[in-house]
């Protein structure tokens, strides 16, 4: 767990560099971005302007020509109308705040009304016969002259204002650039340091744990073959006195010290089968005869199995079967992991009391249940019930070494099931474990 939090936490870090990396890639991108959008909004409104003003200057120029020759009336409503459309372009120049084109478009507006002052004058005072060109090249001319040339030195600034846009669109380009390089070669550098230092550790991490679990697996195999010495040299002798004690309960039924010496016995050789059982667990050598089994017939060979030693007890032992179709286990196994259950049942439950063995479906899986009376599990020792030789309070008074509740768990895992409790103090136990289906697991 501790090798691939270290692991979690080393991957977790080169994420936040590179999210680091691309952010800050971003966000320069972005303020660039904008600051060459405004710059590129300016300009465009500029020249836009500025176009407005070289067209309606044009405009009037032309007009005035057309007015002059003709005088008449028309022509001079439309050399009014250009004149106030320069005026309205040279007012919309002036509203973009630009103060340095301020004098410009001040003698723009001058000589553009001396010049159609002029035209109209040169109409009206024209004697008859006299020439249209004397009058264009004396006295229109210079005005005209004069407006063009204060219209061109204002237009002038469209060059400046593309040569601008341009460098500093150049200039954008190549902050952009610069900052995402320095980015990401900051990025790639802690990167590779984080990643060598992680490595480095995990490695570590790594070896030492593979060191752990060889040396723990080596401890068990060495446990699991004292274990099978010691049990197979325990089963004889047992054995023997269990079936001598057999033949003597039935010469002499009731006699008590035959009774107590036999259930020693029994104890003793269910003490061997559950190291034994418990020493295989821990090296995953539990074997599995699997076929397809109904959950019903299990609980009706749980009920009836121990339904002598219930009503010894005075316990009623209920089952409940609620679960259809099969399930694909070891028989011998599952009701290993019953007998365990509904025996620590049997321990805690008083007289008068109840157990129910049960048995539903929940969606692809079949849940079994042992429910007792007894005096319930503290809440700080549920977690700790399935673990190899731990017992809990109640437990401890009633013999054992703490090895069956474990030995239901490997069970169980070997099944690919789970195994549960729910308990409170003073309200009873409720063990369950779950099988898979037949139709989802018949192939484990």
Known sequence: MKFRTQLISGIGALIVVSLFCGV?????????????ERVTKRVVGDLQALHEVRLSAEQLVATARGYILTGSAEDMTQLDRHDREL??????????????????????EHTATEYADVVATAVKQRAPGQRIASILENEVAPKRAEMQSAVDDLTDIEQDELRGVSEHAGRVVQAVGLTTLVGCVFGIAIGVVLAVAVARRLADQYDREQEAARAANAA??????LLDIVSHDLRSPLSSIVLG???LREEHPNTRYVSVISHSAERMQRLVNDLLDASRAEVAKLELDRKAIRPGDLIADVT????????SAKIDLRAVSEADGTIY????????????????????????GAITVATTRIGETIRFSVTDGGPGIPDAEQDKVFDAYTQGEAASRRGGIGLGLYICKKLVDAHGGRIGVRSARGQGSTFWFEVAASNAGSNA
Request: glycine share 2%; aromatic share 6%.
């Open 24 to 36: 800050m890639a971003v966000v320069t991108l972005h303020v660039t971005t904008r600051s060459a």
């Open 87 to 108: 005026d309205k372009a040279l007012e919309a120049l002036r509203a973009r705040n630009r103060p340095e084109l301020a004098p410009k478009i001040a003698l723009v």
């Open 220 to 225: 068990a195999w060495s446990r699991k073959e």
């Open 245 to 247: 004690l057999d033949m």
């Open 304 to 311: 009836e199995q121990f339904a002598d030693l219930a009503k």
């Open 329 to 352: 286990v070891d028989r011998q196994r599952i009701l290993q992991v019953f007998a365990n259950l509904v025996g620590n049942a049997l321990k805690f439950t008083l007289a008068g």
